[in-house]
């Protein structure tokens, strides 16, 4: 370990961002649905904006990715990506009817996902040999996710919906002026310039990584898109339904912080595989124990191994198999087709399934989504797994 960089670590600089960036998503996540019914949108309609915001997630990373790739200073992409969408968001203030919520939705929310994949390079090229701390950085983004969740409730109820709008834009503002703050930290000489992405997908273990990702997060299709509806459907309050969605990104919170003293001693490979598993076993909880706190309340608390064990255990992945002149869009992989087109096959899965076949056949089909995921890590990885083990250690 080089400790002689630690010193240097803007942490409270990068940590503000991934604070301003999840505060976004903590706004999104629980009211933008709730608004837009509110501007007369149809539930037709919500759905094919909430496909755009999808799209965006699948086709930026690669964007952004391409052009970082190609400028000696990745953080600009960030900057210019923040400035975008802060600009462009301010549309939504004017944006009238379905085709106008939709263009402006497309475009901030192109920008939005362009940032992210660029900026977690930035931090693990400052975090260097200390990668495990990584963690202890994007934690903060979990803080502001429950910090808004939490107070963005509140806040609406008194303000009213259009209040959204301004939270919005004040942390999109945020997210711009933390970047702006974040040094840029070039990384190691490019000696594999012409390293092919073909190249390094011939590793057994690098598609092994892309496909067990993508099966974990069509997984969360149900989790994400039904949980609320499945505990309202059981009697549960919506402030319930708030404190159990709360208490899995408290839970996220405390495996960041332990990762970054247990991710060396463990190593990456065994701790990715865990949170497969582990995914597999929440899914069964919720599915069959939906009406029992002495279900619900151990499934929530695997938040901190579904997520956040699996992010970090997976960027330690994106990391090894991705050498520096693939590292966007090694990035661009993982943020995309994985996150992305993972997420999106689960949804659109669980919500074709949910009134025919119930919720207890989705959720166990999540669980059989995740178990196929460690199969499939398990075998691929095989050959090389000592290495991984050894190198994320």
Known sequence: MTTEARPALPYWRLSAFYLCYFAILGAMVPYWTVFLRGRGMSALEIGQLMAVGTLTRILAPWASAWVGDRMPRRIVVVRLAAALMTVIFCGMFVARG??????????????????LPQFEIVTLRHLGSTGNLYGRIRLWGSVGFIGVVL??????????????????????AGTLISSLLVPDRPGPPAVQAKASLR?????????????????MQASH????????????????????VGALWALGVVAEVG????????????????VFMASLLLAALRWLLIGHGAGSLAWLLPAQILHAATFGAFHVAALAQVQRFFPAALQGRGQALYSGLCMGGGGALGGVVSGFLWDSAGAVRVYELAALTALLAAALWAWLSRPVSGVANSAAG
């Open 151 to 172: 107070g963005g409730g509140w806040l609406l109820e008194r303000a009213g919906l259009d209040t959204l709008l301004l939270v919005l834009l004040a942390t999109m």
């Open 98 to 115: 379905f085709w106008q919520v939709a263009l402006v939705t497309a475009a901030f929310g192109f920008f939005w996902n362009a940032a």
């Open 255 to 270: 495996v960041f912080l332990a990762l970054a003293r247990l991710l060396p001693r463990i190593g990456a490979s065994r």
């Open 199 to 215: 190249g390094a997908l011939r590793s057994p273990a690098a598609l092994g990584f892309l496909v067990a990702a993508f099966l």
């Open 221 to 240: 299709g149900p989790y994400y898109g039904f949980f609320s509806i499945l505990l309202e459907d059981q009697g549960y309050t919506r402030s319930m």
